[in-house]
Each structure stands twice: as C-alpha cells, then as structure tokens.
C-alpha cells in the first residue's frame, strides 16, 4: 500500500518512482527474453524443418540413382538432360552418396525392349515428382487434425524462412543488445549508476563480450549443404525423345540395360 503525504492527498514521490521504475524494468526484461526466447525457438523449429527437407532430398537423390543406373551410360543421359536445359552433372555423384537406388516393380509389356522403356518412362515420371516434392513441396496430413492438409517442407519454403530468421536474428543482435537494455536500466536509476561509475563500471571491452557472447548465429543455409535439384520437364513434353534414347541403349548394351532393370527392381 502506497505512503501519503501529509495534507498533499497523493503519493509519496519515492514510492511513485518506485512503482514506476519497477513496472518499467519488469515489462523491458519480459520484451527481452520473451523476444529472445522466441527466437530460440524459431531456430530450433527451422533445425526440425531442415532435417526433413534433408530427409526429401535423399528420396529423390535415391530416384536419380535410379535413372541413371537404369540409362547406363551417365554422359549419355547428362547430354539428354543438358539439351532440354537442365544442368545435372553435378547429380550422378550425389545420388550414388545418397544410397541404394530406389526400387519398383517394372511394368508389365510383352517384349523386353517395352518393358525397359517403360521402365525409364516409370523412373522419370518418379525422378520428376519426388523433385517437385523437394523443390516446391507436397500437401500431406496434418500432424495436428489428420483431416487437414499441409505444405511439407521443402527446399523453397526453407530457404525462404531461413532469409527471414537472419533478419530477425539482426534485428535482435544489433536493436536489442544486452548492453543496450542494461545500459537504459541503468539509466533509470541514476544513483545506482554513479556508485558503479566510483568503483569501476563496464568497459567498451565487456559491453562487446556480453553482446558478442549472447548473440544469435544467423542461419547458415548454404552450410546445410542441400543439393540443388532441376525438375525435369512432364514426361508428355519429352516422351518420344526418351523413348527413343531408351531403345536405343537397349538396342546398343542390352545386356547392360537388362542388369540394369534387374538391380533396380523390387524383390
């Protein structure tokens, strides 16, 4: 309960500043570490994020494996992708780090020559999706209401948060820096401040530590080493030419291109 003084009907002037010093320094601390505690959890939830466009992309590096190990000769595809605009040269060795080729069941034809062009038809088709799927993106279930879809995560979304996440990374570091915040609550307190100012107060030297100790580390994207992946044109826009280089490896390595289809097949 507030003291009065005497015939004046209102309150102490050292209780008031009081009241107001403490209200002020209670809501500045809350601001601080609720805006620093918030950004704790941002990059914790993008660590999360990162791990599962990580876990996309190995899917679709292990379909790359896939084509490839079904078109033998990986300058002969490369040629292919290269002439209708996609640079994937830098592809057939991240896919074979990526693990064993994914697997499928080879549609069913009638001559061997049409079963393995169907099955690079069936591989492209795959390649393409799980791409987009790791580009752009694909709907799944809501973790949170199973009846509800949801953008999972994906290169595009990811490094689009991560530029946002470093700016607000810089906005804490540089606008609300611990010295900054001690430095005004101790100008709320001009007694408390001179005392410390007789026994020695804070060099330049500890305000850049402290800063320099509790700063966030801006997200390092290109340090999470994603594969930059181009998706493939739609199968009906390439389909005869594809069909073509599949008969013709056929035609040319059979026994290749028959391993080939053997290795990749499901068992």
Not at 10 to 25: A, I, S
Not at 99 to 121: L, M
Not at 138 to 166: F, H, M, Q, W
Not at 193 to 216: L, N, P, Q, R, Y
Request: aromatic share 10%; net charge neutral; with cysteine.
């Amino acid at each position: 309960m507030a003291c009065w003084q005497k015939g004046t009907g209102m309150p102490g002037r050292k209780d008031f500043f009081d009241e107001f010093y403490n209200e002020t320094m209670t809501e500045m601390a809350e601001n601080f570490f609720s805006r620093r505690k918030e950004m704790e959890a941002r990059l914790e939830g993008f660590a999360s994020l990162a791990g599962g466009v990580k876990s996309v992309a190995v899917k679709a590096l292990r379909k790359w494996n896939t084509l490839f190990t079904l078109l033998v000769d990986a300058d002969v595809a490369l040629t292919f992708f290269r002439e209708r605009g996609m640079q994937a040269g830098h592809i057939p060795a991240l896919a074979a780090a990526a693990g064993d080729p994914w697997r499928f069941k080879p549609p069913f034809a009638f001559t061997e020559a049409s079963r393995y062009r169907k099955s690079v038809r069936y591989a492209y088709e795959a390649v393409r999706q799980a791409t987009l799927d790791y580009n752009e993106g694909s709907y799944g279930n809501d973790p949170k209401n199973p009846r509800k879809k949801v953008l999972l995560p994906n290169y595009a979304t990811l490094k689009d948060l991560a530029e946002k996440i470093n700016a607000e990374v810089c906005s804490v570091n540089t606008c609300q820096t611990p010295s900054t915040v001690l430095a005004y609550a101790k100008s709320m307190d001009p007694h408390a401040a001179g005392k410390e100012a007789i026994v020695g107060g804070m060099t330049g030297e500890d305000v850049c530590k402290i800063d320099s100790d509790m700063a966030f580390k801006p997200v390092d994207f290109e340090g999470l080493a994603l594969p930059v992946l181009p998706t493939p044109p739609a199968l009906e826009e390439i389909q005869s030419s594809l069909d073509e280089m599949s008969d013709t490896i056929f035609s040319v390595r059979r026994g290749d291109a028959k391993r080939a289809l053997a290795c990749v097949s499901a068992r």
